[in-house]
């Protein structure tokens, strides 16, 4: 199992990031995931770039974007493409059950062995984004998720990030409660009042505790009136790279 530790180190997240950006091709469609991890992958991707690599990204968020522009990656949007190679992004935990290191590479980014044991199931939205990323990796041929040892979890248990259309905040906050969750408001501040993301909603962060089962909870979100896209992404990771001190872990 990952070795747990209380916060990710950069030289971990820029490892599963860099490791991730390895599987980008000449030609492909790139979904372009949000946050401090997978900005490493874009980091790379935009450096590969600059050596002559021709992609084209699809970012899941105005940061991403951002990050893009600046790497000078060309960019392209859902409706522009005929499909997305592939979409890496973070996590704000994935479930990792591996007993054992399955693969540990070193920044070759070479295998050391193989092994199939973790299911890889996510919670994301972290950064209020979870909308755009799901939509993008639901699109994509292959997701890729990075992350590093401290978002490794037996069981999903951090609260579940919930886009709400704003007139529907406090309606979706009772059905919440009803599921058994406690919903909180994202707030940008006591003084600015709530997270507006880049499309325009609220998120409700939504403590339900450990979810051993986190199958009815995804479909009972999904079909709340008001909820946009919830932050639960079940069995949709191909490949988990978790970047260590020493190398990369692969699950997939
Ligand atoms: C944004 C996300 C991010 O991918 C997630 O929060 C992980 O971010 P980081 O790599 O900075 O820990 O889901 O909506």
């Excluded at 070759?108 to 973790?118: F, L, N, R, V």
């Excluded at 292959?142 to 886009?163: I, N």
């Excluded at 704003?166 to 909180?184: Q, Y």
Aim: charged share 25%; aromatic share 4%.
């Amino acid at each position: 199992m990952c070795a747990k530790t209380t916060g990710g180190s950069e030289e971990a997240k820029r490892r599963a990031g860099e490791r991730a950006a390895k599987a980008v091709e000449d030609g492909m469609v790139v979904g372009l995931g949000t946050g401090s991890t997978t900005a490493y992958a874009i980091e790379a991707i935009g450096r590969a770039v600059a050596d002559g690599l021709e992609v084209q990204g699809v970012p899941t968020s105005f940061q991403s974007r951002q990050l893009a522009l600046e790497w000078e990656i060309p960019l392209t949007e859902l409706d522009a493409v005929s499909g997305v190679d592939l979409a890496i992004d973070g996590a704000d935990q994935v479930v990792d059950t591996a007993e054992q290191v399955v693969e540990t590479g070193d920044d070759t980014g070479e295998p050391a062995s193989e092994h199939a044991g973790t299911d890889g199931d996510l919670i994301k939205g972290g950064g209020g984004a979870h909308t755009r990323e799901k939509l993008i990796a639901s699109a994509a041929d292959r997701f890729l998720v990075v992350a590093d040892p401290s978002k490794c979890t037996p069981v999903l248990e951090r609260p579940v990030p919930v886009e709400v259309i704003p007139a529907a905040h406090s309606v979706v906050a009772d059905r919440v409660r009803d599921l058994g969750g406690e919903p909180t408001l994202r707030l940008a501040s006591h003084k600015d009042g709530p997270v507006v993301t880049d499309n325009g909603n609220f998120v409700l962060d939504c403590a339900f505790g450990p979810m051993g089962d986190p199958k009815p909870l995804d479909g009972a979100l999904a079909s709340t009136p008001g909820v946009l896209e919830h932050g639960l992404f079940l069995e949709m990771a191909d490949i988990v790279y978790i970047g260590t001190e020493e190398g990369v872990d692969v699950r997939q």
